[in-house]
């Protein structure tokens, strides 16, 4: 199983970008696929998740309302759409995929996510 991210970089705040992780090696259209992220000195956490048909998204208060998340099952990608960036978003982002199905809902803790990504850096400055 491999995902690879794309898309980070340095924005100013109030600036967008958009993240794409690109998967291959398991059952794309079955799991639940989710952004988390690590800020420098922190822990990693959650941002956002998807179910497999993309009818239900999670997101972490912080971001709701301003990231997006999506999931292209034909592509094999999960992508986050993230507008009005603060300062606080600056960390690497990390794509994460279960192997198990979710079709319910999509998990928000690290620990369900079996495959990860080796991260993206976004850089918001003040």
């Known amino acids: 199983v491999q995902l690879d991210e794309s898309g980070g970089g340095l924005v100013q705040a109030g600036g967008s970008l958009r993240l794409s992780c690109a998967a291959s090696?398991?059952?794309?259209?079955?799991?639940?696929l989710a952004w988390f992220r690590q800020a420098p000195g922190k822990e990693r956490e959650f941002v956002a998740a998807?179910?497999?048909?993309?009818?239900?998204?999670y997101y972490a208060d912080s971001v709701k309302g301003r990231f997006t998340i999506s999931r292209d099952n034909t592509k094999n990608t999960v992508d986050l759409q993230m507008n009005t960036l603060k300062p606080e978003d600056t960390g690497v982002y990390y794509c994460a995929a279960t192997r198990g199905v979710y079709r319910i809902f999509a998990p928000r803790s690290s620990g369900a996510y079996d495959d990860w990504g080796q991260g993206t850096q976004v850089t918001v400055s003040s």
């Open positions: 090696g398991l059952a794309f259209s079955s799991n639940a």
């Open positions: 998807i179910v497999w048909s993309g009818r239900s998204t």
